[in-house]
């Protein structure tokens, strides 16, 4: 393609030298540039990509988009304001704009949004549709896996995965949006038909570092949707409905007036149970997994659903069969008179919730294994410790991914909290012994829950990330046969 060509789609300061070269693809770390591609400089925060443009066009870079003049490299430069904007939306032309081609939904919100993608996907196709998922666990086309580094990729790698489902003839893609990836224009040049909110606590503050900041990149989502589907009981709804500029908003709730309603809400262990009020008519809805907050999952689902013209009935239909997403209140088969649940929760939202729920069908003790993931957010850190200190029987306090911080003085930061906490505790550092702890000393109808790492099948420690999958622990532990 031509360099004119995609300038046509990015806001420039300057271009220095010719824009008639031809561009075979696009590249922002010099480390993947291929003869004739368009080099983009992205200042980031552990480096300035505009050092490596030496390398790039050593490598056969034939332009570069940058944030300053490298003209005298002897390449066309073309200056930008914003490197990381340009660069999806370079990305976007490059590739056509993949997303015309399918119905894009798009979800964001602190918690749930795993959840509510495979809710959505598993919804579409009962109807008999093709879908794509891109989030956290992995990313999908139908039953296709395509492993996932981040929640939401990067806007030239989004593009690609785009086209590969475009390609693969889906006809919708539901995505997951972290608040990194609208503050960071990964998701700036998509238009998405459908973008939703499912909540907003504390999490992300190393990032971010206040809420308020937090909440204003959620709101960037409801700017690039033609209909947003809000959560009316969230303390971040009426900010987002103040600057969303969609064609059209909807509302979901159980409290708030709003305009998908659940009432006579009926909780138990194997899931939920409500009314839904849409549109003048009422919906008996049935969703597989347990907790309060798997209501307001379901109805960020029907409300996606519902803004992506679904007809309600086939929606409520389709989320009676859907099944629960691995690591998100998934129980693990022991053949022992106690139970394990593995869950994802990482925030001090999500941990109450998750406790709560649990709390709701235990007959016994509730023993919570968990941790806190180092290089991020440290503010939660005591906040999760003393809800996991008040809310459980026992806690076993151990890592969860230590990254490159000190295990031991992540621990003592959640310490802080677990003694506020008041309740029993013991710290084992070593998150396999913390569980073989657990196990040893679970009693008839106990439940072990193992918080913090849910699908996750490794851990990341200083130097090196190790095999480590819960589930498959347990079960060498308890020398039980192995699941699915
Ligand atoms: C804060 C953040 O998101 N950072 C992301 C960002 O890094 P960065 O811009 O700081 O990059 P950098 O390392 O400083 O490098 C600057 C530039 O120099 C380039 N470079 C670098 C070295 C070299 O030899 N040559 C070269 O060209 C790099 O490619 C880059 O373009 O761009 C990188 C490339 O896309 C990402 O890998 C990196 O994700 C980091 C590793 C990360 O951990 N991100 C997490 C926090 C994240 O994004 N999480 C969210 C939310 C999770 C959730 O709640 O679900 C997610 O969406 O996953
Ligand atoms: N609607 C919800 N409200 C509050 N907590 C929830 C909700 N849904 C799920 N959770 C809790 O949060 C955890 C994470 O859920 P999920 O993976 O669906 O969220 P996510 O938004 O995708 O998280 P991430 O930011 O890591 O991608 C779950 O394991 C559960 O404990
Ligand atoms: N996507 C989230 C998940 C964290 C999961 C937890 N296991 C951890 O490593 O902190 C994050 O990057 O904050
Ligand atoms: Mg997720």
Redesign the pocket.
């Known amino acids: 393609m031509n360099l004119s060509e995609l300038l046509k789609e990015i806001e420039i300061k300057q271009v220095l030298g010719s824009v008639q070269v031809g561009i075979t693809g696009i590249a922002f770390d010099s480390r993947a540039v291929k003869p004739g591609n368009l080099f983009v400089c992205i200042s980031g925060f552990q480096t300035d990509g505009h050092r490596f443009a030496p390398d790039a066009i050593e490598k056969g870079a034939a332009a570069i988009i940058a944030e300053q003049d490298l003209h005298e490299l002897g390449v066309t430069c073309i200056i930008v304001e914003n490197t990381r904007r340009a660069l999806a939306q370079v990305s976007a032309a490059f590739y056509q704009h993949p997303d015309r081609r399918f119905c894009l939904i798009g979800i964001t ?8 993608t495979y809710l959505v996907k598993s919804v579409l196709e009962a109807m008999g549709k093709k879908v794509g998922l891109i ?2 666990n992995q990313n999908m086309i139908g039953t296709e896996i395509i492993p996932s580094k981040h ?1 939401t990729p990067d806007s030239l790698e989004l593009m690609r995965l785009f086209t590969r489902m475009a390609d693969k003839g889906v006809d919708y893609v539901v995505m ?1 949006v ?1 608040s990194h990836s609208l503050a960071l224009d990964r998701v700036t040049a998509c238009t998405f038909d459908v973008g939703a909110f ?2 907003i ?1 504390q ?1 992300h503050l190393d990032f971010h570092k206040t809420m308020e900041e937090y909440l204003a990149a959620k709101a960037i989502l409801f700017q690039i949707s033609k209909v947003g589907a809000v959560n009316a009981d969230d303390k971040g709804a009426e900010y987002l409905m103040q600057h969303a500029s969609c064609e059209k908003m909807l509302t979901y709730g159980i409290d708030a007036d709003c305009d998908l309603k659940a009432s006579e809400v009926e909780l138990n262990e194997n899931g939920v149970f409500f009314t839904l009020t849409y549109e003048g008519k009422t919906y008996p809805v049935e969703l597989g997994i347990p907790g309060k ?2 209501v ?2 379901a109805m ?1 689902a029907l409300s996606c659903l519902a803004a992506a013209g679904i007809p309600m009935d086939q929606a409520v239909a389709g989320l009676k069969v859907a099944r629960g ?1 691995k ?3 998934e129980v693990v088969e022991t053949g022992r008179d106690f139970g394990v649940i593995i ?5 001090p ?3 109450k ?2 406790i709560q729920t649990i709390r709701g069908f235990a007959k016994r003790r509730i023993i919570t294994v968990f941790g806190c993931g180092g290089d991020r957010d440290k503010t939660k850190r005591p906040k999760m410790g003393k809800i996991a200190s008040e809310m459980s029987d026992f806690s076993v306090l151990t890592s969860d991914n230590p990254r490159t911080e000190d295990p031991e003085a992540i621990i003592e930061d959640v310490l802080v909290g677990v003694k506020e906490g008041g309740g029993n505790y013991i710290v084992i550092p070593n998150r396999f012994e913390a569980i073989e702890y657990a196990l040893d000393h679970a009693e008839k109808d106990d439940i072990i829950l193992l918080a913090g790492k ?1 699908h996750e099948t490794y851990q990341i420690l200083a130097d090196r990330t190790i095999a480590f999958d819960e589930r498959e622990i347990v079960r060498k532990l308890l020398d039980a046969p192995s699941g699915n």
Do not use: M
């Open positions: 919100g602190t918690n749930g949004k795993t959840t509510t989030g956290t929640t997951e972290s499912t909540n606590t999490d907050f798997s307001y999952n960020t997403v690591g998100r209140i869950d994802y929760a990482h925030t939202d999500g941990l919730n998750v849910g």
